[in-house]
């Protein structure tokens, strides 16, 4: 079974309601992309690194032409 609520106060509040009886033990996990939502971050890692699009300097001009050059040594084409 599983049940979708949020924490008020510290206690786990129930989106719906159900006969749960009293001292049944339950695991709780954290939904962290639904906490994402919260937040001002864009999601997926795409958009997360946009933030830092043109902003690296002293890259060779043909760096995207001949990246197996700069990064593994190949000849270049």
Same mark, same amino acid.
């Given at each position: ?5 949020? +924490?008020?106060?510290?206690? +786990? +509040?129930? *989106?719906?309601?159900?006969?749960? !009886? ?5 695991t709780?996990?954290?939904?962290? /992309?639904?906490?994402?939502?919260? &937040? *001002?971050? !864009?999601?997926? +890692?795409?958009?997360?690194?946009l ?5 690296? &300097? ?9 990246? *197996? ?5 190949? !000849?270049? /084409?």
């Amino acid at each position: 079974m599983e049940l979708t609520g949020v +924490v008020n106060n510290g206690l +786990v +509040v129930l *989106d719906q309601t159900c006969p749960i !009886p009293n001292g049944t033990k339950v695991t709780v996990r954290i939904d962290e /992309r639904a906490n994402a939502k919260d &937040t *001002d971050a !864009p999601k997926g +890692v795409g958009k997360r690194l946009l933030k830092h699009a043109g902003t690296v &300097t002293g890259l060779p001009e043909d760096l995207a032409q001949q990246h *197996d050059h700069y990064l593994h040594g190949t !000849p270049k /084409r």
